[in-house]
């Protein structure tokens, strides 16, 4: 369709002003809320800031004002660090919220151009094709053979044709043709906004992994109040003292409590996905980025996916003479009229690369202008599988009703003898197996009277055939291969010839290439037989949207995670059945983009891969961080509960003051320097982890134990033998404390990885941990050596020969995982070929 004839038509930008200012913007209400004080408020009930405050009034009401004054900088430095960790994740989320908003195509200031939704005013001109999403209300100025979906509307999944005056609604979808459309109400004011049904307001559910980070820190919510109440109680019985008591109840409360948790997996989720939108995939919510390690199986588009954007014309079969010829070429006057009426059944300004491909060999091979054949009747693509018709006036003034479609189709209304028939099928099988896409060409005559209320009922006459290329992008064998070593299968799944899709896949090496199933195949099956069927095939050829939904739903009840790649409206349903629905953003339709949770920006599948290597290194590093926190939060739990409870002569050496340290030091080491770590050698050379799999499952958790159990016995050693010795409690609080942070250092750089160690890790870079790890250092010898930090932490001096004990205790406590990583080499070793990505 072209521009807008009339000079009047579409909006200029003073009338985009006045409008908007009477009207209002392209948006519906957002839930009320001001962002600042909802972080303010969100910092402020955090378990952690509480429990600081309550420290706070305690050391001031009992005249300890120094400490006072320290956990009151401390809990700025929380606050601080919840408020900075938000803003980043709110600041990626925002950019990517950026990206993947919607645009519309507007008539304004006498020019085409994409116009974000939100910012489409009233009397704006707004063209919509086949796959759009309608952006406001408004009514139909010209049509062309467009059809909208109204279902959400509605309820109603049948198309509703649309011509000139028609109402259409925001919300709805573009399933066929295209049209102009004069905007008559947006935002609130269109009916979608009316009746409340917008899908942004729909809060999306937790996800597996969100639901058990919230039940774990809620269980250790709970255990870190039952431990206060036995250290307030045990103390309160010994000493008499309630301040003090509970004082030393809440330090033992802030070391259970893992807060470190939820910021880390909100982090690492935003900002995956702003990591992910660097690397050409936009997600639609940053959620899906813990998905994408676990996907199995993914099934994929042929054209612009395996195969090449653009199309050609390269071969056409006479019917006629029985005669095939090549494109470009010298082409038979019944061979051009093969390609001529190819050309009247596109339409005529196409949007679909194999019809824009028809156009460029009908106008190279018959000069003159394409669209001298006007338009004056329509039938859409329809039947399974599917064809299409147009009627034409010619500038000679005859009528010509051309059709084309698939082979199968045109033969059947065709009617043409057995024995013609079957030479048409062994030379469509013939083209499609040099991975040539087929389609039948057909003509009738005008009928005396009125046309036919279905396309099938002209008396139609087989012309010929058109064979397409389009070959398979250099890098999808790479890509397919690289699948394949990381565990997950390719399955092909197309709506071209069986023969032409099995072609490509052997091609870019599919395993499977020989194995195939047909739409009609998968449509006749019952869902037991599907579901083994659906597992050792490879090929899906002559697919339709039924079918494509129920091989995705079988796969997902065969117990694989299931992603999808699509770009049509016929490929919504199963993008929104898959796990994770993928869309192509160049040549996707804005309905597949909606369906889908995952945007390739350039059409590219090898994009794919590095979401995928994405996925899992955010996945690995989230576990790492976990697993770190965990054993952290070990010693430093037994180091203050054990001495009071076994009765040790030096007891509540550690408070609120000390543990603050700590949890200023593991915050940004778990959610800054571990999302900063590059990925393992091995993550593309394992197996998808289960969609089921957890990183506080009884494995990772007895891990994280024992490594923390290993920590806690160095610390207590070193409490235990310096208490033995008789040394003052200054001088084994510095000890055991300088202990406990030196041990936080190494098990730092042992948690990099579960399976290579420290050895290799170390020449892996990550600016911010070694800026992490110094600091702490840092902060540990200030609080040694410099007078006044020795006075609040209640420290002594002790020598250079003492801190080694504590470093030698740190690094067998928190090190003894490393010689478990030597006597058991990981995946490197198994797969030297795989690299820190």
Same mark, same amino acid.
């Given at each position: 369709?072209?521009?807008?004839?009339?000079?009047?038509? +579409?909006?200029?930008?003073?009338?985009?002003?006045?409008?908007?200012?009477?009207?209002?913007?392209?948006?519906?209400?957002?839930?009320?809320?001001?962002?600042?004080?909802?972080?303010?408020?969100?910092?402020?009930?955090?378990?952690?800031?509480?429990?600081?405050?309550?420290?706070?009034?305690?050391?001031?009401?009992?005249?300890?004002?120094?400490?006072?004054?320290?956990?009151?900088?401390?809990?700025?430095?929380?606050?601080?660090? /919840?408020?900075?960790? *938000?803003?980043?994740?709110?600041?990626?989320?925002?950019?990517?919220?950026?990206?993947?908003?919607?645009?519309?195509?507007?008539?304004?200031?006498?020019?085409?151009?994409?116009?974000?939704?939100?910012?489409?005013?009233?009397?704006?001109?707004?063209?919509?094709?086949?796959?759009?999403?309608?952006?406001?209300?408004?009514?139909?100025?010209?049509?062309?053979?467009?059809?909208?979906?109204?279902?959400?509307?509605?309820?109603?999944?049948?198309?509703?044709?649309?011509?000139?005056? *028609?109402?259409?609604?925001?919300?709805?979808?573009?399933?066929?043709?295209?049209?102009?459309?004069?905007?008559?109400?947006?935002?609130?004011?269109?009916?979608?906004?009316?009746? +409340?049904?917008?899908?942004?307001?729909?809060?999306?559910?937790?996800?597996?992994?969100?639901?058990?980070?919230?039940?774990?820190?809620?269980?250790?919510?709970?255990?870190?109040?039952?431990?206060?109440?036995?250290?307030?109680?045990?103390?309160?019985?010994?000493?008499?003292?309630?301040?003090?008591?509970?004082?030393?109840?809440?330090?033992?409360?802030? *070391?259970?409590?893992?807060?470190?948790?939820?910021?880390?997996?909100?982090?690492?989720?935003?900002?995956?996905?702003?990591?992910?939108?660097?690397?050409?995939?936009?997600?639609?919510?940053?959620?899906?980025?813990? /998905?994408?390690?676990?996907?199995?199986?993914?099934?994929?588009?042929?054209?612009?996916?395996?195969?090449?954007?653009?199309?050609?014309?390269?071969?056409?079969?006479?019917?006629?003479?029985?005669?095939?010829?090549?494109?470009? +070429?010298?082409?038979?006057?019944?061979?051009?009229?093969?390609?001529?009426?190819?050309?009247?059944?596109?339409?005529?300004?196409?949007?679909?690369?194999?019809?824009?491909?028809?156009?460029?060999?009908?106008?190279?091979?018959?000069?003159?202008?394409?669209?001298?054949?006007?338009?004056?009747?329509?039938?859409?693509?329809?039947?399974?599988?599917?064809?299409?018709?147009?009627?034409?006036?010619?500038?000679?003034?005859?009528?010509?009703?051309?059709? $084309?479609?698939?082979?199968?189709?045109?033969?059947?209304?065709?009617?043409? /003898?057995? $024995?013609?028939?079957?030479?048409?099928?062994?030379?469509?099988?013939?083209?499609?197996?040099?991975?040539?896409?087929?389609?039948?060409?057909?003509?009738?005559?005008?009928?005396?009277?009125?046309?036919?209320?279905?396309?099938?009922?002209?008396?139609? *006459?087989?012309?010929?055939?058109?064979?397409?290329?389009?070959?398979? $992008?250099?890098?999808?064998?790479?890509?397919?291969?690289?699948?394949?070593?990381?565990?997950?299968?390719?399955?092909?799944?197309?709506?071209?010839?069986?023969?032409?899709?099995?072609?490509?896949?052997?091609?870019?090496?599919?395993?499977?290439?020989?194995?195939?199933?047909?739409?009609?195949?998968?449509?006749?099956?019952?869902?037991?037989?599907?579901?083994?069927?659906?597992?050792?095939?490879?090929?899906?050829?002559?697919?339709?949207?039924?079918?494509?939904?129920?091989?995705?739903?079988?796969?997902?009840?065969?117990?694989?995670?299931?992603?999808?790649?699509?770009?049509?409206?016929?490929?919504?349903?199963?993008?929104?059945?898959?796990?994770?629905?993928?869309?192509?953003?160049?040549?996707?339709?804005?309905?597949?983009?909606?369906?889908?949770?995952?945007?390739?920006?350039?059409?590219?599948?090898?994009?794919?891969?590095?979401?995928?290597?994405?996925?899992?290194?955010?996945?690995?590093?989230?576990?790492?961080?976990?697993?770190?926190?965990?054993?952290?939060?070990?010693?430093?739990?037994?180091?203050?509960?054990?001495?009071?409870?076994?009765?040790?002569?030096?007891?509540?050496?550690?408070?609120?003051?000390?543990?603050?340290?700590?949890?200023?030091?593991?915050?940004?080491?778990?959610?800054?320097?571990?999302?900063?770590?590059?990925?393992?050698?091995?993550?593309?050379?394992?197996?998808?982890?289960?969609?089921?799999?957890?990183?506080?499952?009884?494995?990772?958790?007895?891990?994280?134990?024992?490594?923390?159990?290993?920590?806690?016995?160095?610390?207590?050693?070193?409490?235990?033998?310096?208490?033995?010795?008789?040394?003052?409690?200054?001088?084994?609080?510095?000890?055991?404390?300088?202990?406990?942070?030196?041990?936080?250092?190494?098990?730092?750089?042992?948690?990099?990885?579960?399976?290579?160690?420290?050895?290799?890790?170390?020449?892996?870079?990550?600016?911010?941990?070694?800026?992490?790890?110094?600091?702490?250092?840092?902060?540990?010898?200030? /609080?040694?050596?410099?007078?006044?930090?020795?006075?609040?932490?209640?420290?002594?001096?002790?020598?250079?020969?003492?801190?080694?004990?504590?470093?030698?205790?740190?690094?067998?406590?928190?090190?003894?995982?490393?010689?478990? $990583?030597?006597?058991?080499?990981?995946?490197?070793?198994?797969?030297?070929?795989?690299?820190?990505?």
């Amino acid at each position: 369709m072209q521009p807008l004839p009339l000079a009047t038509k +579409g909006l200029h930008s003073e009338a985009v002003v006045r409008s908007r200012a009477a009207n209002g913007r392209n948006v519906f209400a957002a839930a009320n809320s001001s962002g600042g004080l909802m972080l303010v408020k969100e910092v402020v009930t955090e378990p952690m800031f509480l429990l600081l405050l309550v420290a706070c009034a305690l050391y001031f009401s009992m005249g300890q004002v120094a400490e006072g004054v320290t956990l009151v900088v401390a809990l700025l430095l929380v606050a601080g660090i /919840s408020v900075y960790q *938000s803003l980043r994740s709110d600041r990626a989320l925002r950019a990517l919220r950026e990206l993947t908003q919607p645009r519309a195509q507007v008539w304004r200031n006498g020019v085409l151009a994409p116009v974000p939704i939100e910012e489409l005013v009233v009397g704006d001109a707004v063209l919509v094709e086949e796959g759009g999403r309608i952006p406001a209300d408004g009514t139909v100025d010209a049509a062309n053979d467009f059809a909208v979906d109204e279902a959400i509307l509605t309820g109603e999944a049948v198309p509703v044709t649309k011509m000139a005056n *028609s109402l259409i609604y925001a919300g709805t979808s573009a399933v066929s043709g295209s049209a102009w459309l004069t905007l008559t109400a947006v935002g609130e004011g269109t009916e979608l906004g009316r009746i +409340g049904h917008s899908l942004e307001a729909i809060t999306p559910e937790k996800t597996p992994l969100q639901r058990q980070v919230a039940q774990f820190v809620g269980r250790m919510a709970w255990v870190g109040a039952g431990a206060f109440a036995l250290v307030w109680g045990v103390n309160y019985a010994r000493s008499g003292d309630w301040a003090t008591a509970l004082l030393f109840g809440l330090t033992l409360a802030m *070391s259970v409590l893992p807060e470190e948790i939820p910021v880390a997996f909100s982090s690492f989720m935003a900002l995956g996905a702003a990591r992910l939108s660097r690397a050409g995939v936009l997600t639609k919510q940053p959620q899906t980025v813990e /998905s994408l390690g676990s996907a199995t199986v993914i099934c994929v588009d042929k054209t612009g996916t395996i195969t090449q954007q653009g199309m050609r014309v390269r071969q056409l079969y006479d019917g006629a003479t029985d005669e095939l010829s090549t494109v470009p +070429g010298a082409l038979a006057d019944t061979a051009t009229t093969v390609l001529a009426y190819a050309r009247w059944a596109s339409e005529t300004t196409p949007f679909d690369p194999m019809e824009k491909a028809i156009v460029e060999a009908f106008a190279a091979s018959e000069p003159g202008p394409a669209d001298d054949a006007v338009l004056i009747h329509e039938y859409p693509l329809a039947g399974t599988p599917p064809m299409m018709t147009h009627v034409r006036r010619l500038p000679n003034g005859t009528v010509a009703v051309a059709a $084309k479609g698939a082979v199968e189709h045109i033969l059947a209304v065709c009617r043409l /003898s057995t $024995k013609q028939a079957a030479r048409v099928r062994a030379v469509a099988l013939q083209l499609s197996g040099q991975g040539l896409r087929v389609l039948g060409v057909a003509r009738a005559d005008a009928p005396s009277g009125g046309y036919p209320a279905e396309q099938d009922d002209f008396n139609w *006459s087989f012309l010929g055939l058109v064979a397409l290329e389009n070959p398979a $992008k250099e890098n999808a064998a790479a890509v397919i291969k690289t699948f394949g070593d990381a565990g997950i299968q390719v399955k092909m799944i197309t709506g071209d010839f069986p023969e032409t899709a099995q072609a490509i896949a052997r091609q870019v090496g599919l395993a499977g290439a020989d194995t195939l199933l047909t739409g009609a195949d998968v449509l006749a099956m019952d869902e037991t037989r599907l579901r083994q069927r659906v597992a050792g095939t490879a090929v899906f050829a002559r697919m339709f949207p039924e079918a494509k939904l129920r091989v995705v739903n079988a796969l997902k009840h065969n117990g694989e995670v299931v992603a999808m790649t699509g770009d049509g409206v016929n490929d919504g349903p199963a993008l929104k059945a898959a796990h994770i629905g993928v869309a192509m953003g160049r040549r996707g339709t804005e309905v597949a983009r909606q369906a889908a949770s995952l945007v390739l920006v350039n059409d590219d599948l090898s994009s794919m891969v590095t979401a995928i290597a994405q996925g899992r290194r955010i996945y690995q590093n989230l576990k790492k961080a976990i697993s770190y926190i965990v054993s952290i939060h070990i010693p430093i739990i037994l180091t203050v509960a054990v001495p009071l409870l076994a009765g040790w002569p030096l007891a509540n050496l550690l408070g609120p003051v000390h543990v603050i340290f700590l949890e200023l030091v593991m915050g940004p080491t778990c959610s800054i320097a571990f999302e900063n770590e590059p990925a393992e050698a091995s993550q593309m050379c394992e197996r998808p982890r289960p969609l089921t799999a957890t990183f506080l499952g009884r494995r990772e958790l007895g891990r994280s134990v024992a490594q923390g159990l290993g920590i806690a016995l160095a610390v207590l050693g070193v409490y235990y033998i310096a208490m033995q010795q008789g040394r003052p409690a200054a001088e084994v609080r510095t000890l055991v404390f300088a202990t406990l942070v030196l041990s936080n250092i190494v098990l730092t750089l042992v948690s990099r990885s579960f399976s290579q160690s420290f050895v290799r890790t170390i020449a892996v870079p990550n600016r911010l941990l070694w800026l992490m790890l110094g600091l702490t250092l840092g902060l540990l010898l200030g /609080s040694l050596w410099v007078p006044a930090a020795q006075r609040l932490f209640d420290f002594a001096p002790v020598g250079a020969a003492d801190l080694g004990w504590c470093a030698l205790a740190a690094l067998i406590g928190a090190g003894w995982r490393e010689a478990y $990583k030597l006597l058991k080499p990981g995946l490197a070793h198994q797969f030297p070929n795989c690299g820190f990505a």
